[in-house]
């Protein structure tokens, strides 16, 4: 047994060498994983590039104000709009009351009807 290893017992040096080992595993992924976030970032740069240029002032407002409350409708609504936008269907920027529209129509799509039904006993 070497001098490092003595004042360890067999327990604490697995628990050292599988801290090493976890940590050198996390260095290796790390290029990956900065390799991928970069790419979403870039995405989500270019997304922003063209609503800039597709929308108004006033309705990038509302648009980060439905962000706020309702993310996956911001999203749903962001989706459309660069659809259009690369499209080329979209000849002057989408002001606030175009997006209003936009987002009522998003909203009545998604709305679900509910029902609830009551059973008593003994009724089949």
Same mark, same amino acid.
């Given at each position: +047994? ?9 327990? /604490?040096?697995? /628990? ?7 940590? #050198? ?15 979403? =970032?870039?995405? /989500?740069?270019?997304?922003? +590039?063209?609503?800039?240029?597709? #929308? ?6 509302? #648009? ?13 609504? /962001?989706?459309? @709009?660069? &659809? ?9 920027? @989408? ?10 129509? @998003? ?5 679900? =009807?509910?029902? @609830?039904?009551?059973?008593?006993? &003994?009724?089949?």
């Amino acid at each position: +047994m070497s001098e490092y290893e003595a004042g360890y017992d067999d327990q /604490e040096l697995e /628990e050292l060498k599988r801290r090493q080992l976890s940590r #050198l595993q996390q260095q290796r992924q790390s290029p990956q994983e900065a390799a991928q976030r970069a790419e979403l =970032e870039a995405e /989500e740069a270019r997304r922003q +590039m063209v609503l800039r240029q597709a #929308l108004t002032t006033e309705a990038r407002q509302r #648009l980060q104000n439905v962000r706020m409350v309702k993310p996956s409708v911001a999203r749903l609504l /962001e989706d459309q @709009i660069i &659809g259009l936008y690369q499209a080329g269907r979209l000849d002057r920027p @989408i002001n606030d009351a175009t997006l209003k529209q936009l987002l009522y129509r @998003i909203a009545s799509s998604n709305s679900r =009807e509910t029902s @609830i039904t009551f059973r008593r006993k &003994g009724e089949v």
